[in-house]
Structure formats: C-alpha cells, structure tokens
C-alpha cells in the first residue's frame, strides 16, 4: 500500500552537491556550494541560484565552472554553502589552490577531482534558472 505525500513538492534524491567556481571583476575566485541542478541536454548544465555574489559574477565573466563534492571534499564544500563571498574570499580561507580554466574565464579548484568549464548562455534574475554551455571537462 502506499501513502500520499502532503503537499506538491517533489522529492528527487540523491541531489548532487555542486561547487560554482567563478572570478568577480577584479579577477579574484569565488565559489559557492549549489544543490539544485541538473545536466539538462547533452553539453548543457542547468543550475537554480538565488542571487549571490557569484550570479553578478557570471553575469560580468559570461562563465563559471562547475565542481561535484565528494566525501574528501564535505568540509570545503560546506564552507562554501554558509559562508557569503561577499564577507571573505571563500577560497583563500579554505586554503584551496585554483586555476585559471584553459576555455572559460572561471577558476577550477584543484581539490575538486571532477569540474566542467561552463559558458553562461543565460541567467534569469527573477526565476534563478542558470543555463551554461560545458565546453571542456577535467579530472
């Protein structure tokens, strides 16, 4: 027998833990830890943000990357979800080594084994619906 869920949220598990890497005007990394996200076409990445210091950064770059969390990275990837960019460089207080993403202009964080090179090919301010184009992926 089953029993019907109060309500109309969906419940899809397990949800990815997703690590946007991205560089604000004067070319300082940031990255934020995002768990609504799906790969939503083939070479395409879809990601649900809330206004962030990193959305005005990829609304400046046109790019982010996008790391997944792993059981060795749990506590820099919840670092990332509560502390703001806005306050303190994320990645300098983590201790993380970045560099510069060979196709896009974002950051790969190199204690992330697993990161795609996105270009942002849109951004919806008022439903939070980032769109981005994966052109290179490193392991």
Request: charged fraction near 20%.
């Amino acid at each position: 027998m089953s029993v019907e869920f109060e309500g109309n949220k969906a419940c899809i598990a397990p949800e990815g833990v997703f690590i946007i890497g991205t560089y604000d005007e004067k070319g300082v990394p940031n990255a934020m830890n995002a768990a609504w996200g799906a790969q939503s076409d083939y070479g395409e990445i879809t990601l649900f943000l809330a206004k962030h210091k990193t959305t005005d950064n990829i609304k400046h770059t046109k790019a982010f990357t996008v790391a997944f969390a792993t059981k060795d990275t749990v506590e820099i990837a919840d670092y990332f979800g509560v502390e703001t960019g806005n306050n303190v460089n994320k990645i300098e207080k983590a201790a993380c080594h970045v560099h510069k993403s060979h196709h896009v202009n974002a950051p790969i964080i190199e204690e992330f084994p697993v990161t795609l090179e996105c270009e942002c090919t849109s951004y919806d301010d008022n439903t939070g619906i980032l769109v981005g184009k994966i052109v290179a992926q490193q392991a």
